[in-house]
């Protein structure tokens, strides 16, 4: 069995801040980091190999630095890695990633592809659905667990609004994991040691076979126009006095305000 | 197109360094440097003091525009669940009304499962038109059959707009369908407005884990489709004698390869029920430690409210996912939100800033939660909690 894990390399976002004054981003120090999602997805792919002895490839598209998050994964236990880099993929959207990810994939073979729910930069929750469409396969998103895996299905309970709905599917399928899937593992010390000799095996725009007016900006159907600081317009109240005199007048507002 | 410093200008003041949000600028021999992560946002152009940084034209750049003119109509995907419509599809019908009204066009719903009375909801909260599947296929949630009659459906009729819920049932099958007819989908937009110059759809969206807005287009596919989480738009006007047509489909043969053999609802989860409170005490980072919540649940019961938290909380393991408020958990809009040791990073602020009254606790008075507050308490919040606490005791006796 061939497992496919497709990881994004994002900033970490958590770390974050809006600069209110001049309205850039303070990036200082924050960190690139593997999309959390996606070690969960890495996770699962490697219980499942656990299970069934199945080959596990990671795979990233972006930019030749995304190859340190490729080689975090080797540290886990990944098989095999490809880095799918080209110039030409720069400023793709979610339709152009999936479409680049779908050909790169297709390549590689497949019964089981893994994606986190989605990447903490973009938060689309796209990309997985469609590749998972690109490739005519089923796809069964928010998987909290994997319940059961065979040569031909595979069951899973999917995370919903109001509960989870314990699914079945067909192989091949293409699964995006929630957190509550797992705990990932850490490197092991002969992981580490792989990871640092590992040759990471690129894949550029002809390596995929992609035709190119379906890739990078130009294959992207989305265009951001503008990126802006969220704007604040609040009837703010002032609040006086020392902290308890504050405190009650605020108390008092809850009370005209049918709290209390 | 591509972004590119003219090293010669190029005075290495790293300005253009803070403004990318993609990370995709780097010092070079002391000159700024556009890697792979451009996503051409542009925000390093507008920014740069010595005009260094240019958009270039490039051969090939004009993409061939798909023949978008026959594209008309709004369209609202109402997603059902237990045959019961979501609250979100009357809130897309409330924004799709207005869409379809500075378009000059007509407004659809798609309903597939549930039942004919449910789909005349649907006109009552403003539709036109309703195309309507109730085949047993779609009793439960499958992402083949409903992309692939949706796709169908959306080929034939050729609508300009398609809106569905940032859900777990629309983020998960949307995306099948943008990527089958090749067009633009835009996640989690908090604003559709239409761009009175060219026609197109302005969708606004949090980037970036939510620290900036990103305004996205589709200019040149058709139709543009975006997803809006429920709580974002307001409903449209209940008419109950509104008249509108209902349009019946056949399925026909769908594909579906996954199968629902069991649906199970959770109790707790419902025990929450942050998007139907009145009155929301969250906690954030400011806490230090889970007891915090503790504190809040008291003042919460006093307000008859519930707890919510930021993502920072949720991933310390302080609180249950449930009750996240903010871009990656829920959005909220009660009459009151109470915010305790929360920074309000934008990822937060895009889930609650459309509460009536938003009052902030925090120590930091630099903190950005205070700009979207209505009252704000510049103090900890281990001192202001217990003092509104007893105060709100008192009140009661």
Same mark, same amino acid.
């Given at each position: 069995m061939n497992i496919v894990v497709c990881i994004k390399q994002v900033p970490d976002t958590a770390e974050v801040r809006i600069n209110p004054e001049t309205n850039t981003l303070i990036r200082e120090g924050v960190p690139s980091i593997i999309n959390p999602y996606d070690t969960h997805a890495v996770e699962a792919a490697l219980q499942i190999k656990d299970k069934t002895g199945a080959k596990v490839t990671v795979i990233t598209m %972006?930019?030749?630095?995304? !190859?340190?998050? *490729?080689? !975090?994964? &080797?540290?886990? %236990?990944?098989?095999?890695?490809? *880095? &799918?880099s080209d110039r030409a993929f720069a400023g793709a959207d979610t339709w152009a990633t999936s479409y680049a990810l779908y050909k790169a994939i297709d390549k590689i073979g497949f019964d089981i592809i893994l994606c986190g729910k989605?990447? &903490?930069? %973009?938060?689309?929750a796209q990309v997985g659905p469609e590749v998972a469409e690109f490739l005519n396969i089923p796809h069964i998103a928010y998987v909290r667990k994997v319940e059961d895996v065979s040569d031909k299905s595979i069951r899973v309970q999917r995370l919903m609004d109001d509960g989870y709905d314990v699914v079945e599917s067909s192989l091949p399928v293409l699964l995006t994991v929630v957190k509550e899937i797992n705990i990932p593992r850490l490197p092991s010390l002969k992981g580490k040691m792989a990871a640092k000799k590992a040759v990471i095996t690129k894949m550029d725009i002809n390596a995929i076979g992609a035709e190119v007016e379906n890739v990078g900006l130009k294959g992207s159907p989305t265009q951001v126009k503008n990126i802006f600081a969220p704007d604040a317009k609040v009837d703010r109240k002032v609040l006086s006095g020392t902290l308890e005199e504050q405190v009650d007048a605020l108390v008092k507002e809850l009370g005209v305000m049918k709290c209390v | 197109m591509r972004i590119e410093v003219r090293s010669e200008k190029c005075v290495g003041c790293q300005v253009c360094i803070d403004s990318c949000p993609y990370t995709a600028i780097v010092m070079k021999d002391d000159k700024a440097f556009i890697n792979e992560y451009c996503q051409f946002c542009r925000a390093c152009v507008s920014v740069c003091p010595e005009g260094a940084i240019i958009e270039i034209a490039e051969e090939g750049d004009k993409v061939k525009p798909a023949d978008i003119s026959d594209y008309k109509g709004v369209w609202v995907f109402a997603e059902q669940r237990h045959g019961y419509i979501a609250s979100v599809a009357f809130e897309l019908l409330g924004v799709g009304r207005k869409l379809a009204d500075a378009r000059k066009t007509t407004l659809s719903a798609v309903l597939f499962g549930s039942s004919e009375n449910e789909a005349k909801e649907l006109v009552k909260w403003g539709a036109d038109r309703v195309y309507f599947c109730g085949d047993a296929i779609f009793k439960d949630f499958n992402d083949e059959p409903c992309s692939e009659l949706l796709s /169908?459906?959306?080929?034939?009729?050729?609508?300009?707009? +398609?809106l569905a819920g940032a859900t777990p049932i629309g983020r998960s099958f949307i995306p099948r369908v943008a990527a089958k007819l090749k067009t633009g989908l835009t996640a989690d937009c908090t604003s559709l407005e239409i761009d009175a110059e060219t026609g197109n759809l302005l969708q606004v969206r949090p980037a970036f884990g939510g620290n900036i807005m990103a305004t996205i287009l589709c200019p040149n596919n058709r139709p543009q489709i975006a997803t809006v989480r429920p709580r974002v738009m307001k409903r449209g006007e209940y008419v109950s004698d509104r008249s509108g047509e209902i349009?019946?489909?056949?399925? @026909?043969?769908?594909?579906?390869?996954? #199968?629902?053999?069991?649906?199970?609802?959770?109790?707790?989860?419902? #025990?929450?029920?942050l998007q139907e409170a009145e009155v929301i005490v969250s906690g954030g980072r400011g806490l230090g430690d889970a007891k915090g919540f503790k504190l809040l649940e008291e003042l919460a019961g006093l307000l008859d @409210?519930?707890? @919510?938290?930021? /993502?920072?909380?949720?991933?310390?393991?302080?609180?249950a996912y449930s009750h996240q408020v903010g871009q990656t958990g829920k959005t909220v809009c009660p009459k009151i939100y109470i915010a305790c040791g929360i920074s309000g990073a934008v990822q937060h602020l895009v889930g609650m800033s459309s509460? =009536?009254?938003?009052?902030?606790?925090? #120590?930091?008075?630099?903190?950005?939660?205070?700009?979207?507050?209505?009252? @704000?308490? +510049?103090? =900890?919040l281990y001192d202001v909690v217990p003092m509104m606490i007893k105060k709100l005791k008192e009140a009661k006796a």
């Open positions: %972006g930019p030749p630095q995304a !190859e340190d998050a *490729l080689r !975090e994964t &080797i540290a886990m %236990g990944a098989d095999d890695v490809r *880095l &799918i989605q990447a &903490i930069d %973009g938060d689309t | /169908r459906l959306i080929s034939e009729h050729k609508p300009e707009i +398609v349009i019946k489909v056949e399925s @026909g043969n769908l594909l579906c390869r996954t #199968k629902v053999v069991e649906t199970v609802t959770e109790e707790s989860s419902c #025990k929450v029920n @409210g519930t707890l @919510g938290s930021s /993502r920072a909380a949720v991933d310390e393991g302080w609180i509460s =009536d009254v938003i009052i902030a606790i925090n #120590k930091n008075q630099e903190a950005p939660i205070f700009n979207v507050a209505t009252y @704000g308490i +510049v103090g =900890d």
